[in-house]
């Protein structure tokens, strides 16, 4: 039964922190085509909801699949965690920095936005910023790894 739960929260965790991710990468990548700034505002904002369903399906990913890894019998020191554990750490400290930098565009879209809705060389390339568009992409990349860890746990 405890084990029914375990997987149960993992399963939970996993697609609020897989969903959430995708949808704030696919919300990002669509304000780069906008021509306005307040359609690329509205787009950006829409990120900040979703902030915390990824931090919240993280925390139910790691809490419950520790769990699960103990009713399992799992060794905590095993490869396939120390490289998930790796790769946490790494969306973590990613995450916190493409944050930044998207409130940062998301606050200049909004500026432009109140003042005359056309978009400048500075909003334009801020969106396509390919610093900001490889963390988003590193991040996508880790979350991907983590889920073919978790599947086929080499």
Do not use: Q
Not at 36 to 51: D, F, H, M, Q, T
Not at 77 to 92: D, F, N, P
């Amino acid at each position: 039964m405890a084990r029914d739960w375990a997987l149960f929260l993992h399963l939970v965790g996993v697609l609020l922190f897989v969903g959430a991710s995708v949808a704030v990468t696919a919300l990002r990548l669509l304000a780069i085509g906008k021509d306005r700034p307040s359609e690329g505002a509205l787009l950006l904002r829409a990120v900040r909801p979703l902030v915390p369903l990824v931090g919240l399906g993280l925390v139910l990913t790691i809490a419950a699949g520790a769990w699960l890894a103990h009713e399992l019998g799992f060794p905590y020191g095993s490869g396939w965690l120390r490289w998930t554990y790796a790769l946490i750490a790494w969306l973590v400290v990613v995450g916190a920095l493409a944050g930044r930098l998207d409130r940062r565009t998301r606050e200049l879209a909004e500026r432009e936005a109140s003042a005359g809705d056309e978009a400048s060389s500075e909003l334009i390339r801020r969106l396509r910023d390919p610093v900001a568009l490889t963390l988003d992409a590193s991040m996508l990349a880790a979350t991907l790894a983590i889920v073919a860890l978790m599947v086929w746990k080499p």
